[in-house]
């Protein structure tokens, strides 16, 4: 995490409130209060203590010592609606394993990459899907484990160490039609001559009581990630869908759970026969067919998922199923929507590569990570698919002319 002297290019040392009411007043006339304070809100929600840290330092401030940009800063000196225009070889746009990858990777090859990470992008802090997950125990290299928000600091910190820019901003639209291409956010345009697309694929989840409560204490969108953890072992669990990665899910969870259920909400599977009959013959899954979940509930010693309530559609009739571990199998969203169908996607949304390739629709353009990858969907598998794409975007420079890190 970058400290607030290279955040701001400017040391900002907190300031006390007091609780009188004349300096209250005083600070509520103020709209950075309120702005950041909307802004803590939102970060708490996706549990980044980094970006929670920094803000709220910043929310205890008076406006006369907020950061503002220098007067010579390009942003502030362009005619182009106040838009700061930035040239790179390298534009990578996502913050988790697969866009640092590829930022490290480059930046080592003198490409000086500038990384759009994103603030809040599809309600997730930078990061990425890590960031909403508590202990990682499959990523290489940590033996005792190592929590989801840390393994994403070090992603982020080595990147900076080798010269990658970074911002923290949301890339609103891109311009793919003509070289170089051109990347827009609110307050930046960075023409670049070639792009890694490393946006992710965002899991899908239900919305009931509870189901916010006991995210990361019992509810998962991810059984191969998370399953193995000691709070699910020897317990019942449950896994929520009708496709193929519901029954995978459940017959891998079986591994460890004592029990689990599949808890469907209609009176059919859409899996492939050969999942439903393996997870079928399967002695440690039970069906729970045209149902769904309303309710979860805490085990009432560890504050941790113990209970859901489950209603039949049919009967409405509604039971308590004691469970330590709901998983969510109802598929993932490919954060595609911003490119406007610029570049192929097949039809779940996910971006069209080359077979062995990193190689998009358009020559010069690469994806990485979940936003190409609908099968493996790992941290590890997006940090591999990062690196190729770095590899096979530093060739194309090459083959284009591109020499000595300079554009033409």
């Known amino acids: ?49 980094s970006f929670v840290k920094m803000f709220s330092s910043l929310s205890s401030l008076p406006q006369s010592q907020l950061p503002i940009p220098p007067k010579n800063s390009p942003s502030m000196n362009n005619n182009n609606n106040n838009i700061q225009i930035l040239k790179t070889q390298v534009c990578i746009i996502g913050s988790g394993p697969a866009a640092h990858t590829a930022a490290i990777y480059t930046s080592r090859a003198d490409l000086k990459p500038i990384l759009f990470e994103g603030f809040m992008a599809n309600d997730i802090a930078p990061g990425g899907q890590l960031t909403t997950t508590s202990e990682v125990e499959n990523f290489p290299g940590f033996p005792e484990g190592i929590q989801g928000l840390d393994l994403t600091d070090r992603f982020r910190q080595q990147s900076i160490r080798f010269g990658t820019e970074i911002f923290t ?20 345009l960075v023409e670049a001559d070639t792009v890694i697309v490393a946006t992710g694929a965002i899991a899908k989840k239900l919305k009931f009581p509870g189901s916010e409560v006991f995210w990361n204490r019992g509810i998962s969108a991810c059984a191969v990630c998370d399953g193995a953890a000691p709070i699910f072992r020897d317990k019942p669990l449950a896994v ?65 998922l113990g209970w859901l309530k489950v209603k039949n559609l049919v009967s409405g009739d509604k039971m308590d199923v004691k469970v330590s571990g709901l998983f969510f199998a109802i598929g993932h969203e490919p954060a595609t929507k911003f490119l406007d169908g ?5 039809p779940d949304g996910y971006i069209v590569t080359k077979p062995g ?37 530093e060739h194309y420079l090459q083959e284009n002319g591109y020499q000595d890190g300079k554009t033409d």
């Open 1 to 49: 995490m970058l400290p607030l002297t290279l955040w701001f290019k400017g040391t900002l040392a907190p300031k006390t409130v007091k609780g009188g009411k004349e300096e209250r007043q005083k600070m509520n006339k103020t709209l950075t209060r309120s702005r950041y304070s909307k802004i803590i809100t939102s970060l708490k929600k996706a549990r980044s203590r």
């Open 342 to 346: 610029q570049l192929e996607l097949d």
């Open 169 to 188: 901003e949301t890339v609103t639209n891109v311009d793919f039609s003509t070289t170089p291409f051109r990347i827009y956010s609110d307050s930046k």
């Open 357 to 393: 390739t990193t190689e998009t629709s358009i020559q010069g353009i690469f994806a990485a990570g979940d936003v190409q990858d609908k099968k493996y969907r790992q941290a590890i598998t997006a940090a591999g698919t990062g690196c190729m794409a770095a590899l096979e975007l």
């Open 240 to 304: 929520v869908g009708g496709g193929d990665s519901a029954m995978e899910e459940a017959n891998f969870l079986t591994k460890f759970g004592s029990k689990v259920y599949i808890i469907h909400r209609r009176d059919t599977f859409r899996a492939s026969k050969i999942m439903q009959k393996k997870a079928a013959s399967n002695p440690k899954i039970e069906v729970i067919l045209n149902s769904v979940v309303e309710e979860a509930y805490g085990d009432g010693v560890r504050g941790v």
